[in-house]
C-alpha cells in the first residue's frame, strides 16, 4: 500500500474516533475494508485520490465475485463512502464518487441526537468542571457555542480569536474545504463567549510578558497545532456528560450538532436555513433530520397517548 493511501485511512480514522467516537471494533473493521480497496485499486493502477464512481461499483461486483456476505459488503461499502465524504469536506477531492452508490441492502441508521433537558445538563455541568475559573469559563463557552452554533469540532477548535472580538452576534466560521459560513450566536453563547475572551485574553497578558509568542486561536493549546485538540474536547465532554449524569457514550461533539439542527427543526426551522447553518453542500444530508423528529414525535406519541399505552 502506498504511503498516500495510508495517511488518507488513519486520518480518517482518527477523525471517527474523535468526532463520532466510533468503535475501536468499527474503526479496526473500517481500516481492513479501506486496506483492502486500496490494494485493489493499486493493483489496477490507481489510487483514492484517482477513482471514480465506476471503481466503486467494479470492487463491490469483487466483492460479491468473492463470495463476501451482505453485511460485509454494504460495510466496506460505507467504510468507502465515508471515506470519501471525509476526503470531499477537507479538500482532498473536488467530488465525491461515493454518492448514489446504492449497496446490498444497507440500511440507513438515524443519527443520535439528545432531548433538550440532557442539553442543559450539560451546559449547567460544563461552567463547574474544571480545575480554576478559566478552565470552567473555556469549559462553559466550548459547550454553549458547539450546541448554539452546529460547528463541528474541527470548527470549534481551531476558531480564530479574532473571529471573537466585538461582540459579534454572527461569528464567521471556516468549514471543510474552505468554505465559509456565518453562524449566529444565541445570548447566552455571546455571555459565555465574552466571559471566555476575558479570561482568555489576561491569560495571553501573561504569556506575552514572558517573552512568548500570543496564540491566534480563541481555544489555545499547547500542542504543535497551537489550538485544542479534536480528541481534547472529546475527552472533556464525556468528562462534562459524567459530571452532568447522563452515559458518557451517548454524548459527542457530533450528537451535539445533531441536536442543534434537530431542536432548531421541531422549533419550526427551515430546512434550507438548517443547511446553511450546517454547512452541508446538499439538502439530502440535512432531511436527515426530519427523519430524526418523525422518530421523536412517533416516540412521544407512543409513550403518552393514552390509546397507545391501552395497546
Given amino acids: ?42 493493483r489496477r493502477g490507481s489510487s483514492f485520490d484517482a477513482a471514480e464512481r465506476g471503481d466503486i461499483e ?31 469536506e477537507e479538500g482532498w477531492r473536488k467530488e465525491n464518487p461515493g454518492l448514489r452508490i446504492k449497496g446490498p441492502g444497507r440500511v440507513k441508521s438515524l443519527p443520535k441526537t439528545l432531548e433538550l433537558s440532557e442539553v442543559e445538563a450539560l451546559l449547567k455541568a460544563a461552567a463547574e468542571i474544571g480545575r480554576g475559573v478559566d478552565e470552567r469559563l473555556r469549559n462553559a463557552c466550548l459547550v454553549e457555542l458547539i450546541y448554539a452554533t452546529g460547528m463541528r469540532v474541527s470548527e470549534l477548535v481551531e476558531l480564530p480569536v479574532a473571529a471573537a472580538r466585538g461582540g459579534p452576534a454572527m461569528i464567521l466560521v471556516r468549514g471543510k474545504g474552505g468554505k465559509e459560513r456565518m453562524v449566529p450566536l444565541s445570548a447566552p453563547a455571546k455571555a459565555a463567549l465574552a466571559a471566555w475572551l476575558n479570561a482568555r485574553d489576561a491569560a495571553e497578558d501573561a504569556t506575552v510578558a514572558k517573552g512568548l509568542k500570543p496564540s491566534r486561536f480563541l481555544f489555545p493549546g499547547r500542542g504543535a497545532a497551537g489550538h485544542m ?23 459527542t461533539p457530533h450528537t451535539m450538532r445533531h441536536a442543534f439542527a434537530t431542536h432548531l427543526l421541531a422549533g419550526g426551522a427551515d430546512l434550507r436555513v438548517i443547511q ?6 446538499d439538502l439530502s444530508t440535512t432531511e436527515i433530520y426530519t427523519h430524526v423528529l418523525d422518530e421523536h414525535l412517533k416516540a412521544l406519541v407512543l409513550d403518552h397517548h393514552p390509546l397507545a399505552r391501552k395497546g
Fill in 1 to 42: 500500500m502506498s504511503d498516500a493511501a495510508g495517511r488518507w485511512i488513519s486520518t480518517f480514522l482518527e477523525a471517527q474516533a474523535a468526532e463520532l467516537d466510533a468503535a475501536k471494533n468499527t474503526r479496526l473493521a473500517y481500516g481492513r475494508d479501506l486496506l483492502d480497496f486500496a490494494a485493489w485499486l493499486e
Fill in 276 to 281: 446553511t447553518l450546517l454547512g452541508h453542500a
Fill in 58 to 88: 467494479q470492487y463491490l461486483i469483487f466483492c460479491d465475485d468473492q463470495g463476501l456476505s451482505k453485511a460485509t459488503r454494504s460495510r466496506r461499502l460505507s467504510a468507502i463512502r465515508q471515506l470519501y465524504r471525509f476526503a470531499f
Fill in 229 to 251: 485538540t479534536r480528541q481534547q474536547f472529546f475527552i472533556l465532554l464525556k468528562a462534562i456528560a459524567a459530571q452532568a449524569g447522563l452515559d458518557p457514550s451517548k454524548v
